[in-house]
């Protein structure tokens, strides 16, 4: 982290004014836990170039992990304006309207983002195997965890993800199998 900092302010004492520089320095403090900061520095980052959708983006993240969920969709949704298939951002805003029990709307973004994304897709199929389960759909459930361990994902943590989907939606027997 020292390292890091240091060559953060070196960037800062060349251009004081890049939105990449606060960015950085935004990451920084968020891995420092220093909230406030991170903050104030996105948004300095959002202030140096308006339309610099990474930062609203990772801003809405911030506000998403302190579950500032309003805060969190308004950015986010910004965000989404300016890049509309930033997998990321759907798949925030598929968190922010989950975490807000909108079902309907956080399967749409997490349907978008498993769509557009070419990163590892377990975690967004797990969160929509939640909702399907939630919402009588158990076979969609059951078929996007099989496919969460058909793609090469057999490991202790793959099985205990699905037991723990199935635990959670009191799937008891399910959840015992894969927890075995």
């Known amino acids: 982290f020292d390292d890091a900092k240091k060559l953060i ?3 800062m ?3 004081s004014t890049s939105p990449y ?3 950085s320095l935004s990451h920084w403090e968020g891995y420092k836990g220093d909230f406030p900061a991170s903050e104030q520095s996105l948004l300095k980052a959002i202030a140096l ?3 610099f959708a990474w930062a609203y983006g990772q801003l809405g993240y911030l506000y998403t992990y302190q579950n500032q969920l309003e805060k969190a969709e308004k950015v986010l949704l910004k965000a989404l304006n300016m890049e509309k298939d930033d997998t990321e951002v759907l798949a925030l805003l598929g968190d922010v309207y989950y975490r807000q029990n909108n079902h309907t709307e956080a399967e749409r973004y997490y349907l978008r983002s498993l769509v557009q994304t070419t990163n590892d897709t377990r975690f967004l199929k797990h969160k ?3 909702i399907y389960f939630k919402t009588g759909r158990e ?3 059951d078929s996007l965890l099989l496919q969460v361990l058909a793609n090469g994902a057999f490991s202790a943590l793959a099985y205990r993800s699905v037991g723990s989907i199935y635990s959670k939606n009191e799937r008891l027997e399910a959840a015992a199998r ?3």
């Open 49 to 51: 170039d308006s339309s």
């Open 13 to 15: 004492a060349i251009d």
């Open 139 to 141: 076979e969609k459930a």
């Open 9 to 11: 302010d070196q960037a």
């Open 21 to 23: 520089v606060w960015r």
């Open 128 to 130: 929509l195997a939640d």
């Open 178 to 180: 894969h927890y075995q």
